[in-house]
């Protein structure tokens, strides 16, 4: 199919649509009536929008001289479209389209769709609630489902009278049918997309409006839990201000309502005044949270509201510009979280979460950030890593390099220029080059245009770039990793404690620091490797104290990038994790895990003492100083690093009473800190004692709020008999939530005992499975397989059978999954020779 057919023709362009819904929820469909205001700017027999999975059984058009007359209709599945033909030519101006259709509420967590909970008196109940990004509003109303297609939506539903609804404004009209329904009118939208309408009707309970400047701020959760709602309400008013702030132009909304959906394919939903969660990314009880699950809730609420001026305010022109949409919500969402709360330092953990990014795209099959979109299908495969990470990383890079006010007022300029429309990504970097008088563009190109990221060397205070890969490339296969970049390099020499700022391009430039000891990347935010030569490495090694903990964090994991690609041995690398010491910062101990994880899957099992040995003599100093208990007045970040060196301690360690300890708080009848509840149930699951599996799932069962019901869930993965390794994947494929299912199945997968045999399940379910999951999901759920490395015959089976069953969605991230497992098989085969001896030196 060529790709223009993708796209209607623009003909006929809708203004205004009166949609008129009513969910029977028991029945699981709907009826409705639209009737859509178009301009006709040529004379049309036929009408052409988009429509899936609804039957139209009446439509008529309305011309202005205000004759109406019926049409007929055709559809086409294969591009999800509608044509209404009609008997006399409509003529040029306005006319009105009038479509009474019936649809299903499905439960592909799509569309307009059915989600399910049990309440208090453990009665299931039935929610009818829309996901319409990417291509999905078609599925319940027939429309222009193009993101440029921009319309004012004015929505009624007509819902049973005992349950709540929402839309993305607020009600104007209400009235009590004959029969008991209600019927709800909603005001009209500013003019937006058809991505961005919702429509929720269930038995909800919404916290009393908090006023935020004139705007009315609901928490809508699933009744029985606005014990859970205060939290996202407290983030939610102060993202509001943030970004009127930010931005400097008010809240486009009416209202703001913040919806908890019990079954919810992604993490949230930046639908205009009415944004959509799963549980755990809105509802919490702080006092038995840990750190990082509110953390995630004021990420993920601030992300979102975000998108209510960039994205919704203003929106790509098409699927393409996603990227833009999607990093610049991140960027933002970490802006506001480091505001919220400083003392989490977000943009450190950021600066790290770029890591996730860097890891696949230093992969040949990699892809440029900004990519053509054609079908449905590639705009959803756009949402992975590369678009969040490694966007928000880029943009957080210019910002650095740039300054943080010259590039506010770009985007504020950006934001004003094309409010109300749409725009694409060079429209914003025209704006930050106005602001900044910086060639913006000719920067951005080389990042966003072409895949990859360079690796920068210093070598005498001279720098130069090369492209990063962890591999060769195979014979006569492409690569989309870039050539050079326009590397905006920040140098701090820690001699002379001056930071030089390059813009480092295919000529190696002199810094002219001769042999100060230099470090590359200062400040963190490059999204490029660093490599030192001999001489520049003597010098900087010594002075690791002196960084800060990004750039220490940036140069372990450089170190073991390079470790991996062969570019250095891996006892250098465990040199540098044994240098140091006393760190605090959670991630530059999370490298040296990583590591050792690798290690693990790889040694046999006669060798394990090793290992084990290695593992605490690396991590058990800097263990014991933290102990299990937290100190009064810690730094907020030590709760994370202390579960992480406790768990690894008690599973790749091995140590005794790391193990015990665990056990004890897993047997107690205390509910365990929940900073602590991830590491103890990491070490319950390899432990394995009899009848732990059915205490996780009980307490999964049981637990008190969204976030230990799936730690508790997901734990289930990490038990390593066959048996329960067969549990957990017929749990999966019957009453696990179709939401959290492939998520559990792909942590079974990296369960070094039993991943092997749960990828052979699901490839022996495959088509059940992925008709089962969301489809967003289906990438992510087989990302694991790039584990299997120490299984070279599983492995390649999986290869194969992954490239003869490509996804629909996301089949670029299931290849970059197989040319991990190639690079991690060929790592395992380079270290293995020499391993045990290694690990011995590490550990004496
Ligand atoms: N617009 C997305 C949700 C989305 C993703 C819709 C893919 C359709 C396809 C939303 O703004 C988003 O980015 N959600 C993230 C959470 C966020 C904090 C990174 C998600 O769902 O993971
Ligand atoms: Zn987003």
């Known amino acids: 199919m060529a790709g223009d057919d993708y796209r209607l023709p623009r003909t006929v362009a809708p203004t205004r649509y009166q949609l008129h819904l009513e969910p029977d929820l028991d029945a699981a469909t709907f009826t409705g009536l639209a009737r859509i205001d178009l301009d006709v700017a040529d004379d049309v027999l036929e009408i052409t929008c988009n429509a899936i999975e609804l039957e139209i059984t009446e439509a008529q058009i309305e011309t202005q001289e205000g004759r109406t007359s019926s049409a007929t209709w055709t559809y086409d599945e294969a591009l999800e479209r509608v044509t209404f033909t009609f008997a006399e030519p409509v003529s040029i101006g306005e006319a009105v389209l009038h479509v009474r259709y019936q649809g299903i509420l499905n439960d592909q967590l799509h569309g307009f769709y059915r989600s399910t909970f049990v309440d208090a008196e453990g009665q299931r109940r039935t929610i009818a609630t829309t996901q319409f990004e990417a291509t999905d509003a078609r599925r319940a109303f027939p429309c222009w489902d193009e993101p440029d297609r921009k319309a004012v939506f004015e929505v009624t539903l007509t819902v049973p009278g005992d349950l709540a609804a929402y839309s993305n404004s607020p009600v104007v009209a209400e009235r009590v049918l004959d029969d008991g329904r209600r019927e709800l009118t909603y005001a009209p939208t500013m003019k937006m997309s058809t991505y961005l309408v919702a429509f929720v009707v269930g038995p909800f309970e919404a916290t009393a409006p908090v006023d935020v400047d004139g705007v009315p701020l609901r928490v809508v959760y699933p009744v029985g839990k606005g014990h859970l709602a205060t939290f996202a309400l407290e983030i939610g008013a102060f993202a509001l201000r943030y970004f009127s702030e930010y931005f400097a132009i008010a809240y486009p909304g009416d209202k703001l309502d913040l919806v908890a959906i019990p079954d919810f394919a992604f993490g949230a939903m930046e639908n205009l005044g009415c944004v959509t969660f799963r549980e755990t990314a809105l509802l919490a009880d702080p006092a038995q949270a840990s750190r990082l699950s509110l953390e995630r809730i004021v990420d993920v609420v601030a992300h979102e509201i975000a998108h209510m001026w960039f994205g919704d305010l203003v929106t790509m022109g098409w699927w393409e510009g996603i990227w833009l949409n999607e990093a610049f919500a991140t960027f933002m969402e970490v802006s506001c979280t480091d505001a919220f709360r400083p003392e989490w330092q977000r943009w450190v953990s950021f600066g790290i979460e770029k890591e996730m990014a860097m890891a696949i795209d230093g992969l040949h099959t990699t892809r440029p950030i900004e990519y053509e979109v054609r079908s449905p299908d590639d705009a959803n495969g756009m949402f992975d890593v590369l678009t969040y990470e490694k966007g928000g990383s880029v943009l957080r890079m210019l910002q650095q390099y740039l300054g943080e006010d010259a590039f506010r007022d770009g985007v504020r300029l950006y934001l004003q220029r094309h409010r109300y429309a749409n725009a694409v990504t060079v429209d914003l970097w025209n704006a930050i080059e106005e602001a900044s008088g910086q060639p913006v563009r000719q920067i951005m190109d080389t990042w966003i245009l072409q895949g990859g990221h360079p690796i920068v060397t210093i070598d005498g205070g001279v720098v130069t770039q090369a492209p990063f890969a962890y591999g060769p490339k195979g014979d006569g296969a492409a690569s989309a990793i870039g050539e050079t970049w326009e590397v905006p390099v920040l140098a701090r020499s820690l001699t002379s404690g001056a930071t030089t700022k390059v813009l480092l391009g295919t000529s190696p430039v002199d810094l002219e620091l001769g042999r100060e000891a230099v470090l590359l990347n200062a400040g963190g935010s490059g999204v490029y490797r660093s490599a030192y030569a001999a001489a520049d490495a003597a010098a900087l090694v010594p002075r690791l104290a002196e960084l800060s903990p990004l750039e220490r964090a940036n140069l372990l994991n450089d170190a073991w990038a390079a470790t991996q690609a062969g570019q250095m041995d891996l006892e250098a690398f465990f040199a540098l994790g044994g240098a140091l010491g006393d760190d605090g910062e959670p ?206 015959t599983v492995a390649s089976e999986a290869i194969a059978f992954l490239t003869a069953h490509p996804v629909a969605t996301g089949q670029q991230s299931v290849k970059q999954s197989l040319e991990r497992l190639a690079n991690n098989l060929a790592f395992a085969e380079r270290i293995r020779p020499t391993l045990v001896e290694v690990l011995r030196r590490v550990a004496s």
Request: charged fraction near 20%; proline fraction near 5%.
């Open 587 to 792: 991630s530059t101990w999370q490298s040296v895990i990583r590591a050792l994880q690798m290690c693990s899957r790889i040694i046999d099992d006669e060798n394990r003492a090793v290992l084990e040995a290695a593992t605490v003599r690396l991590l058990g100093a800097k263990a014991a100083a933290l102990g299990w208990e937290p100190v009064a007045g810690e730094d907020e970040r030590t709760p994370n690093l202390r579960a992480s060196l406790l768990g690894a301690l008690g599973t790749l360690g091995g140590d005794r009473a790391t193990i015990d300890a665990a056990l004890s708080r897993f047997d107690a009848t205390d509910p365990i800190n929940p900073d602590l509840v991830q590491c103890v149930l990491e070490i319950v699951g390899d432990q394995g004692r009899a009848g732990d599996y059915d205490r996780v799932l009980e307490h999964h069962h049981h637990a008190p709020t969204p976030q230990l019901e799936v730690q508790y869930l997901q734990a289930l993965a990490g038990f390593g008999t066959a048996e329960l390794a067969e549990r957990t994947f017929e749990l999966c494929r019957s009453e696990v939530r179709t939401q959290d299912a492939p998520f559990v199945l792909g942590a079974a997968i990296a369960n070094p005992a039993t991943g092997a045999a749960t990828w052979g399940r699901i490839a022996a379910h495959w088509e059940e499975l992925l008709g089962r999951f969301p489809a967003n999901a289906h990438s992510r759920m087989v990302s694991t397989v790039s584990t299997l490395y120490a299984h070279p």
